[in-house]
């Protein structure tokens, strides 16, 4: 009864939201709307396309599941009608879980689609006609190929995280799935970061978008960055000293290999830490396990590969740790993004070994800043220049090369920056 809800703050009510809306918003625990929300939620209220630049741990998932929530109420037709696209399970699962909890008092159905899975709870959730599917690329194509889902009927379409897509090699399997929604859509995508090939996609699909951009303006707003320059037979020693830091409630440390997660995560378990793997070569069940036991502070140190991690939210990260330098800037951006969400101070940590000065130099101009370098007594480091200084790899006569290499044709100025 309209009696029993009560009301959320000024910041959501200024939305004009549907009633049973706004009582989900207060079970969810919202009190005032995010940056993004307050960007994204009324634009998308009117049927305007969006693209979003912003993290996971930012609040983007209520900043389009709220608009879509509210545009499933305004007419009672089956579905599905709104369709989310994320790139791993654990993604899929966290925006379905946060779908659920805002429209628990509306009636809308949610299914969950993803691979890793029996498909027979998939294919009874899609036969009830739900009017928002959430899913992965590969299961989706499979069961549209299989003829148990149709798309037909999608008013909304929604990309989450779509340079992991990217990463991940999904953009083929994005443009199958685009191919079998109607042309008169909504769109929304998100992403943290813009590389040209997510930039040509959002060219592609999105029509005279809203950009709202929160990655810039807050990834260095809430997190502390440290270097650690250290031999590389001396990381573990310096993981253990810093795992013993009294300020460190909940760490993801990032290894470059599931190997190496694996081994890690062992080495600290036998050293008297509560360490859990999270890789790609886990079963699902275990994958749920260890996040499971990771959110509800079983586990202090979830060690991970980039690709097993992508997705996670989990807001009481004090600490991210790259064990193993990440190869690009937009993936340091990503790691470093598990932690200081929802406003929350976090320190990113990283060890670097003579090999990763050319990254750590493109890190920092990507930054705009110099990373202090820390050392920790009695653990051996080695040597590392300053922003600015200039590695065989990086001087003009490169620039120069890099510059003819790309001159071979016309350069077209892009539609979204």
């Known amino acids: 009864m309209q009696s029993d809800i009560r009301e959320p703050t000024a910041g959501f009510a200024k939305f004009n939201l549907d009633a049973r809306l706004r009582r989900g918003i207060r079970a969810a625990g919202f009190e005032e709307p995010r940056p993004v929300q307050t960007e994204a939620v009324p634009v998308a209220l009117r049927g305007r396309d969006v693209l979003g630049l912003a993290q996971t741990g930012t609040g983007k998932t209520a900043a389009f599941a709220i608009p879509a929530i509210e545009r499933l109420l305004q007419s009672s037709a089956d579905g599905p009608r709104v369709l989310v696209v994320a790139p791993t399970r654990e993604l899929a699962a966290q925006i379905s879980a946060e779908f659920e909890t805002l429209a628990r008092f509306t009636g809308l159905r949610v299914a969950t689609v993803f691979g890793g899975v029996s498909v027979h709870g998939q294919r009874k959730a899609l036969a009830k006609k739900p009017h928002i599917v959430v899913a992965c690329p590969g299961r989706l194509l499979d069961l549209l190929g299989q003829g148990i889902v149709r798309l037909d009927r999608i008013e909304l379409l929604i990309l989450d995280e779509a340079d992991h897509m990217f990463d991940m090699g999904f953009l083929p399997d994005i443009r199958r799935i685009l191919s079998e929604l109607p042309n008169k859509r909504q769109n929304l995508l998100f992403s943290a970061t813009m590389p040209k090939e997510i930039r040509s996609l959002a060219n592609q699909i999105l029509c005279d978008p809203h950009v709202v951009d929160v990655a810039h303006r807050t990834r260095l707003a809430t997190i502390e960055h440290a270097l650690y320059p250290v031999e ?165 006569r490169r620039r120069r090369a890099a510059g003819r290499a790309g001159a071979g044709g016309r350069r077209r100025r892009p539609r979204i920056r």
């Open 232 to 396: 590389s037979t001396r990381k573990l020693a310096l993981l253990q000293s810093i795992l013993a830091e009294g300020t460190l409630r909940s760490a993801i440390v990032f290894t470059r290999t599931k190997h190496r997660a694996r081994r890690l995560a062992r080495q600290l378990e036998q050293s008297g830490h509560r360490a859990v793997a999270l890789q790609g070569n886990m079963s699902q069940g275990q994958r749920e396990r260890a996040m499971a036991g990771f959110r509800k502070r079983r586990f202090d140190v979830l060690v991970a590969t980039d690709i097993a991690a992508r997705g996670i939210d989990v807001e009481q990260v004090s600490h991210v740790v790259n064990f193993d330098m990440p190869n690009t800037p937009d993936a340091y951006t990503h790691r470093i993004g598990r932690t200081g969400r929802a406003d929350r101070q976090g320190k990113a940590y990283t060890f670097v070994t003579a090999e990763d000065h050319q990254v750590v130099a493109q890190v920092e101009r990507r930054l705009r800043m110099s990373i202090p370098r820390r050392e920790v007594h009695g653990i051996q480091s080695t040597p590392l220049p300053q922003l600015g200084t200039r590695s065989r790899d990086s001087g003009p």
